[in-house]
């Protein structure tokens, strides 16, 4: 899959909560932890993951389009929080007291083990036509139509997949 091109703003933001959360993290804990990599390849309806020895952060491009500031500061710093509990304790539950702690004592972040985020539109499909007859695209097609990455055409007539239902 094609990561979705993210606005620079919107990337330097989760930097910075990334290091805002590292640096109350370094100040709490009296250490310094080096900045975990943050990559933008989480699929599905994840909102993201943690990747313990990589030291990694992985992040769904489509939930961060869509819900961006509540994004950055609820998922940044509880991937985060579970790399700071690794180092910290080594292998433990994931969402356990550690991570609590780590979480509303160390970032002060209230701890919510999951996402509110919605994932409709990971499921959902957009309607388009072509001149013969409707077609349904992923959110994932329809995303790079969106963002003019492809066009779509239809392997019956040869027609352009146009956005919309199909006149009946
Ligand atoms: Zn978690
Ligand atoms: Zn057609």
Known sequence: ??????????????????????????????????????LYQQRGTTAGSAWLQQWEIRLNPVLLLENKQPFIDEVVPHELAHLLVWKQFGKVAPHGKEWKW?????????????????????????????QCRQHLLTVRRHNRVLRGETRYRCTGCGGELLRGEYPQ
């Open 1 to 38: 899959m094609k990561t979705p091109r993210l606005p620079i703003a919107l990337q330097q933001a989760v930097m910075h909560s990334l290091r805002l959360h590292l640096q109350r993290a370094g100040s709490h804990l009296k250490q310094t932890f080096a900045e975990p990599t943050i």
């Open 102 to 130: 780590m979480m509303e004592t160390v970032l002060g972040v209230s701890a919510r083990r999951t996402h509110r985020f919605s994932t409709d539109s990971l499921q959902k499909t957009f309607a388009y036509h072509c």
